[in-house]
């Protein structure tokens, strides 16, 4: 049986220093969560979380860049992220081409990402949706079976990790975007 232990003073202090120090609303100034709060209906913030979530990594400025161009084109066709998606527009600025987008990701990847982020949307509603749904049928539910849940509504996509035994961190990272509540930096959907 698991003994709780006492947490040394120590590390209570650097814990809550590490929170004071990102959990604060100049933090989000520099952060992906910045492009979230481009939008205020939660079915936009979960979209764009989202594909945000699964570009977000490398060198901050760069998939920053990246990720305002995409939202900005969104905003000069007089969008949401939801409209951006459902009516097909996003192969527009994500040709299947196989040029990279950013890093490793092409512009093909990013095309199959909006496009099976259509298909959910279409289906159910709201990507939320389609991942409780998902959820709901796991025998054992636990925060592994959630990235698991969630990996299964983007069978074979490669924006998206595929193996829920890893890391996973930037689903993990939309996880804590969607779910956790009373933050600044965090939508708590």
């Known amino acids: 049986m698991y003994e709780e232990k006492p947490v040394p003073v120590e590390l209570k202090q650097r814990l809550r220093a590490l929170a004071q120090k990102y959990e604060n609303a100049e933090f989000?100034?520099?952060?992906?969560?910045?492009?979230?709060?481009?939008?205020?209906?939660?079915?936009?913030?979960?979209?764009?979380?989202?594909?945000?979530?699964?570009?977000?990594?490398g060198k901050r400025e760069l998939f920053l860049a990246k990720l305002n161009s995409m939202f900005e084109e969104i905003e000069r066709n007089a969008m949401k992220p939801s409209e951006w998606i459902l009516s097909g527009k996003f192969e527009d600025f994500f040709p299947k081409a196989e040029n990279k987008f950013y890093r490793f990701f092409s512009y093909a990847d990013l095309n199959a990402l909006c496009a099976r982020l259509a298909e959910i949307l279409q289906e159910q509603g709201?990507?939320?949706?389609?991942v409780r749904k998902n959820y709901e049928s796991i025998e054992q539910k636990n925060s592994l079976s959630l990235v698991s849940a969630l990996i299964a509504v983007f069978p074979k996509i490669k924006c998206v990790s595929q193996d829920a035994s890893g890391a996973c961190k930037k689903l993990h990272m939309f996880l804590r975007w969607m779910v956790r509540q009373n933050s600044v930096v965090d939508l708590g959907l």
Do not use: C, H
Request: aromatic content about 8%; glycine content about 2%; hydrophobic content about 45%.
């Open 126 to 130: 709201a990507l939320g949706e389609a």
């Open 28 to 57: 989000v100034t520099n952060d992906p969560s910045q492009v979230l709060r481009r939008f205020s209906e939660p079915r936009e913030q979960e979209i764009a979380s989202f594909i945000v979530a699964q570009l977000s990594f």
